[in-house]
């Protein structure tokens, strides 16, 4: 675009917003006129709430989620189970499970998951953090929490190797028909999986 | 979300973000994720791209277009014709226009289009300052140059109808096949109009 018809200012709103997951160059002038629009009620309002984030929100550094708080909420609250650790590929598994509220135990954030294509390797990901605390004693059990992709089930099987002979079990999440879930809709192999690990009725 | 997994930070921001076009909570939260993990290089920039551009762009007085310049560097730019306005929708057909750089007069920006279903009337949109602008003299054309939508056309009628009577001369758009276009793929409108306005060889 000409600067003749758009200010700089514009031009590096769309530039830095064109660079959010889904968005292209048309979606991102398309969001910022309606920022522009939208002013007083959203534009400031997400500009202080990103410049909040931003100088606030810090990695944890005992499990890899986001907060405020340094260890994060779920690390220092109370009536958590301290022998238990989920590994999750990213904050937003940790969010879906705390969602879903029948977990209490803590949690472990790899940050991503091996992949030979995009170049990641284990030290990319915080698995040495993870041998460290599983290291330091009083785990009892570690779940693989990871997505059901190869990507994410060859690092969960990188994880269960590193963490092999050091006397605590290491368990993965049950593959089955999700709750309301329509078998029609189902591939094979988590067919197969429900059928495998099918239970009695009592 | 509850508290205790994502700090009060996060979740404004994610509900923030949930409000922009084409977003929802999840890609919301994706986003959200993806801007902490580029702290530096996105979060903070975008942050204080929104906070500038929300502070120091406004409405143009004259054409309705955004600028940090009052009137914009399109009104105030030299070398235009003044006797020709074309008249958008809105600021990113404005753009378009721009792209282009085969449109050399001043611009008039409805800021959206009449609908009964949206409850937007005449009075909503800048249609009284385009008639106060042809009222103050000098212009020669005013190009209608709005969507191709049963809106956009109603839109374009009733500014035709406002402006009957004052000694300037309506355009439209030309309809026809878009350079590059494939017949197969254009809908019957359109073929029927590029026929009707098809040209000589010569």
């Not at 889904?22 to 398309?30: I, L, V």
């Not at 294509?117 to 605390?133: E, F, H, K, Q, Y």
């Not at 590193?162 to 067919?191: C, F, M, S």
Request: aromatic content about 4%.
């Amino acid at each position: 675009m000409s600067q003749r018809s758009a200010g700089p200012e514009i031009l590096r709103l769309i530039e830095l917003m064109s660079r959010l997951p889904g968005f292209g160059p048309r979606s991102a002038r398309r969001a910022a006129l309606f920022l522009l629009k939208q002013r007083d009620t959203l534009l400031l309002p997400l500009a202080e709430a990103m410049s909040d984030a931003g100088h606030r929100i810090e990695k944890c550094s005992v499990c890899g989620n986001y907060d405020t708080l340094q260890p994060c909420a779920v690390c220092q609250s109370g009536g958590r189970d301290e022998g238990l650790i989920c590994v999750v590929e990213d904050v937003p598994d940790l969010w879906a499970l705390e969602r879903g509220g029948s977990y209490k135990g803590r949690y472990h954030v790899l940050g991503g998951v091996m992949s030979a294509v995009d170049g990641v390797t284990p030290d990319d990901l915080n698995i040495p953090s993870l041998i460290s605390r599983v290291d330091a004693g009083g785990i009892r059990e570690v779940i693989l929490a990871l997505n059901a992709t190869f990507e994410g089930q060859n690092t969960a099987h990188y994880v269960a190797d590193q963490l092999a002979g050091k006397g605590v079990q290491i368990t993965y999440l049950a593959h089955g028909v999700p709750v309301g879930g329509e078998l029609d809709h189902l591939d094979d192999g988590t067919l197969a999986a429900a059928l495998r690990a099918r239970r009695s009725s009592e």
